[in-house]
């Protein structure tokens, strides 16, 4: 069984690169996640692509997430157990609903290479060796590229490093002398927290039709992100923001 996982970037239905546009032609069977959290726009934003970039058959199997604790205890060994319950779902649909001589194919959000299970859990399958396969993985435009994009920013000052992270982990960032962050993962907006002057480049939402952006010094802005996060959720059912932070 030959298995793709391809990158579809952020929301948006054309943020396809043309090789990810040319893998779904190749794919016979969708899997499509069901994160089974009442944002069916998710899976929309999905089938929207499917509509738009293939001609040829091809069957759509939506395959429920199975449940997550959001703030377990110990998160390294829940997202372990979470991996480990959504590599099991997966085999089972290949094993019961896919010939070996077809080809799947994974429709990831952003990029496959940035804060997303998909390939881990094509690994596990093979670990589990129940199943046969080969995988190829097809970039796309992450959340990060699209924020650099719509605020025309270069990430990075001249000759600086830039930390990628989550709000979880924003704090340690900081403590360690990062001064130039991005932050995806970020439900509770931890940057309003922060102390010390900062501009923020921020966006929600990127690639739809609803997207909300702000810019300026964080402590000005910040009542404008909440109300544009309240928007942007209002409008689609979900919110997903990215940010960039700099220390002035
Ligand atoms: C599980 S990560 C997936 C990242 C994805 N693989 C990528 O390349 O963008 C989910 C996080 O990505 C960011 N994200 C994804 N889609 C987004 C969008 N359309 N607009 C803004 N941020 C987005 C948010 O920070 C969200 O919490």
Redesign the pocket.
Known sequence: MRVRLIGIG??GPDDLTVAAVRALESVDVFLVADKNRGVDDLVDVREDILRRHTFGAHRVIVVPDPPRDRNPERYGDEVRDWHAARAAAYESVLLEQVRDDETVGFLV???PG???STIRIVDRILERGRVRLDYDVLP?V???Q?LAARHRLVLNTVGSSILVTTGRRLGTGIEAGADNIVV???GGLACSELRGQWNIWW??????DDEELVAGPLTDVLPSIRAARIRAKNARGWV???YLLRRC
């Open positions: 952020p929301g959000w952003g990029d940035l804060y997303d796309g992450s959340s990060v699209m995806v993962l970020d966006g929600a939402n990127l690639g739809t997903m923001d990215t």
